[in-house]
């Protein structure tokens, strides 16, 4: 990378191959094609018919449904998985072996530690590892991140996350490894530093006989004293994706679905000041409420794959890890196992061991 | 009770007695002002100046602050009590032995073990003991308990009730014992015989410093292995009154702050069928898809008090046990405890012993 | 009036008669109770039955089917009448010659030159003539008026107002007298001065066979060049009341269903600048998009009636004229008689000649 | 097209050529790809960098600046055009010329005059002209055809059409003529046989000092007495896109930005029945009230552009008129061109002589 010089690198299209043309692969396709700073060499799928399905009939990009011929291609610098979770590990370490950057849509891997193990390798090889976490991208969380680091916000009191929908019940995973690692790395990237979960307890119930959880709760403990609360269901006739996140300066509500007022910022709270004084005075003196006004910044409209893509770029070109780098990827399958381990055990409290590898 | 023939019952309106004139007091004095069956004699408080306020400049309703005073008016055959929950052991106590019905407001006292004394007393001197459980009373609950007992909506799979808004910071009870008696007692009120929560776990945060949870969801189990999930919040700047009751038929959503579509019942929905077949195939060929038409039932407007107030006379001219009655109040004050219990466990699955009064 | 000073005003109250016990006595009769600038001395009503059942059987207030009897009462020095607007001139006629300061409903009188008696009667004996334009003492409309009054907003480019529901198809009137009085009302009160409707065309439809037209909308022009467009309508299955205010600077959304929200000031829209250049390049040059942000601002939530009897109350006492004075309800009877013989005539736009009298 | 025999009509996709690739020549682009039907050979446009950027890096289809060249080539069978208004007659004309079938974006062409030759061309050669009149092929408006003439709904009251956004001023155009021909072409689709437009009024604003309407109102009589009424708006900072339509027997409610209920059927109206009575009776005896359930049917979810291609495919193959042919094209500019005249002259109801073609 590093002997590259950068002039050159913005001349030259990073050579890219998508692996895997299902549910997320189209996306990933169509988005890298239209950037101009990669060149989407191949299609590759198990199926190869499917994969041309995906390309259309008027397309120049090849296909195969063989990962080694795909990996051989020296004008392949880069990969971008959207296989099956439980072949990230094979596929991306087979890439990165190859000397490739990866790029692996969520989760990260099927556990922990096999996350951990392609981490290490490309740390190793010094190649970029990132995840696809695409919400992270939305403006609508970029702007989240922005309000909460510079502290515009306050100190984060509680998040309350919803994101419920009649969805597919997945054959090999509950909803909890379906749609929680959309929150859980929503919450790793607006968290400003030195706050973050300690402890994680899951609630779950099936109900229709799936023979897994499809709808679940996710209680957070986080090092400050906050709880971030996340309900995820695939059994809802209505669609919800809202967040709240509660600080102590203004509020945050996140609508997804309204697109013409996405984000709300409530300067509408609770103030509780000086607890020096006695009991009895306490409330009646201290509590004060704030009722001001709501504003819903302006967001410009902009596809957040378009700008994962580019931060996929930037950190190939730069050396510098993406904003999801693979460290992000496996905080959030920490705190996947363990919500899985709280589940089994009717919701214990899961302590996290947070930070033995960031 | 029994000696006097219905008839004159009908002819005679039965004098009440309002006991507080504090925040809900007022609403109590309007309705039972409304009601024919009802005559108001008395309101009641410490505080005359507040309880003459109440009223108005035009009333003929007499004040006190004595509650022997309005217990000795022999005109007086009934009272509804809407002191602090602190107050109502002594307060209805008093009444009970005075000889006379008493409808209290939620919950029914400030833990389980003095809301059974309650009962008992009602019970032993034969007198109507009702809890205002104001929710179980509007339209739209009266209609989803007829949804649920009907067994249109089939067996309930899951309940997701929210009930957020920025709200008072109680002096000294937390968001649970403030807000979740609603979600409580409509829970109680609208299961159908047989269903029953077993078990209950709480997790809280206080967030403002304020000295007692000011957030917190509850998740209970129901012993169909059902959940039902609540999430109370005093901090948010958006206020949000909806729950979701996932029936193996229809799907029914509540949304009380949407007047003209508080209720809406979704065919729609993901069927399981057959769980006989071996594990591979078990989810290609079983999980299937319905998605019906949605409709939204017309409901009258009917203020709930009202039928509150009706149901209360129906109790005392006819002896029968309200609908919701004291035992439906002690249901709710032992989740409410078991709750707290959990609450400073952080988060212990505490058993109910649901069914050893009831 | 002048000669009573101020001091002593406010140690008495203003004895008041409400005439009138049907869909909107009921309404003064509660906030001139709940007033303590005024005594409510009388309800009278032809129906004496159904004016006690509007006080209820605990009122001290006096009920009379007799306006002469209520006129002659010394301590009566005031009257709000809402009886049909047919009778408003007489009732208003009378009470103005017993002395006695008068209000009445929406509209001021049943044609424009009975309202034209009224006010040149309050004016030749010194009386307080207002106009009971409820919407106008709103938070929402109150902030409005100061937005445009202030240039906050910039110039009204356009006004668009939707006011339909499921409404009482009226015996006497069209869906025009019975709705638009509301924003007609509105619109004379924010516009800010020197600008005026000159013009209105009027379309509408019966459709049920109910004999007038049930769905109607109203075009005005405006002596800016601006225009304010009005649907009103009894057929709608959905309630909307929506208003916007298209701004040269700022745009505001009016939604009065909506109590989170109600008014929503958008910095976006659209400017055009220096039409100096050929037409050629103008387009291409000088339209520009902005798009800033949206504030909703906070609104104290007061009851409009209470704060209309406090104006009541000021222009009693001070003797200055009500913000919603005769003439303004004279101003709305003129575009409510041009409307209907634009409706008559099939659309024809019809000259207002505005500013005769005010 | 009669000599083909239909069996291999479908082994062989009908060649087509897309004309224009600005605003709208992508979504045809893409929607042609995506069919088997159809075979696109030619991205035409003046500007062929447009072209090329249109189609991306990736594509094998042809791009031509020289409508010439595209219309010579033997393969291509039909042509889409997506070009501005005013070159419609040319380009359209020189393809049918060609002996190709056409499809013409909205509205068919600048002016009626101009829109009737294409219609006398494409019929003296027995060729298909059809018009993209996109919504007509949404699910939405697809299944409201079918109420209305199923009879559903019962007899059409009125229509009100709301269509605001903060629009693109257009260089040439007013607001009526860039976004009215939607809910024209809607009406025309919807309506039932016998039931047609007879007048047109139109009333709009400038504002912005664009030096074109950007605010219009549109007032049609329909031949039953129904009215229908269209807002449109380039300056509205909210997006509405909502429709009522009234009916004797139900009322619907399309609220197109509502992607989870989309259409509302309401059971909800008022009756008036037998006006044999004498005037007074009629009031008190002969209005009533109903008040039902609400539906909001199941709608596939389908993108309508690419129905819209179906249809095209279906004329094409078959000979038969598409659903929104040049005929309905054509009826939507007669009304274009009235209410163009309408807005000039103040807002006069002017006659269409609808019928004198089709």
């Known amino acids: 990378m590093s002997v590259t010089p950068p002039s050159s690198v913005s001349d030259d299209p990073i050579g890219i191959a998508v692996i895997g043309a299902g549910y997320w692969g189209p996306n990933l396709v169509r988005n890298f094609q239209a ?31 063989d990962l080694d011929e795909v990996l051989a291609d020296p004008e392949v610098r880069a990969v971008a998985i959207a296989t099956p979770a439980g072949t990230h590990l094979p596929v991306a370490m087979a890439a990165l072996r190859a000397g490739k950057h990866v790029l692996v849509e969520k989760p990260l891997a099927a556990t922990y530690e096999e996350g951990r193990l392609l981490v290490e390798e490309a740390d190793r090889r010094g190649l970029t590892l990132m995840c696809d976490h695409t919400y992270c991208y939305t403006p609508a969380v970029l702007r989240i991140r922005e309000l909460l680091h510079s502290g515009e916000l306050g100190d984060l009191h509680f998040l309350d996350s919803v994101r419920i929908n009649l969805g597919l019940v997945q054959r090999d995973i509950d909803v909890v490894w379906d749609l929680a690692p959309h929150d859980l790395s929503i919450l790793d990237f607006v968290l400003p530093p030195g706050v973050n979960p300690v402890a994680v307890a899951a609630h779950g119930a099936d109900g229709i006989g799936a023979g897994r959880a499809c ?5 957070l403990q986080l090092n400050t004293g906050a709880i971030a ?130």
């Open 229 to 358: 609360h996340i309900h995820v269901n695939w059994l809802s006739p209505v669609k919800i994706r809202t967040a709240i996140f509660g600080g102590s300066k203004r509020t945050l509500v996140w609508d997804d679905l309204n697109p013409s007022q996405r984000l709300a910022i409530y300067d509408r709270g609770v103030d509780v000041s000086s607890p020096e004084l006695g009991d009895e005075q306490r409330h009646d003196i201290l509590v004060s409420y704030r009722s001001g006004d709501m504003v819903a910044p302006a967001l410009v409209e902009r596809e957040a794959l378009r700008t994962m893509v580019d931060e996929y770029a930037r950190a190939i070109t730069t050396g510098a890890p993406a904003l999801t780098d693979g460290r992000s990827g496996l905080r959030v399958l920490e705190i996947l196992q363990a919500a899985s381990l709280s589940l089994a055990e009717g919701g214990t409290m899961i302590k996290l061991d947070e930070g033995h590898m960031a």
């Open 35 to 65: 950037s101009r700073t990669f060149r989407l060499r191949w299609l590759c799928d198990l199926d190869v018919d499917r994969a041309r399905r995906v390309l259309g009939d008027y397309s120049t990009v090849q296909v195969s449904a």
């Open 215 to 219: 709808v679940a709760y996710l209680t």
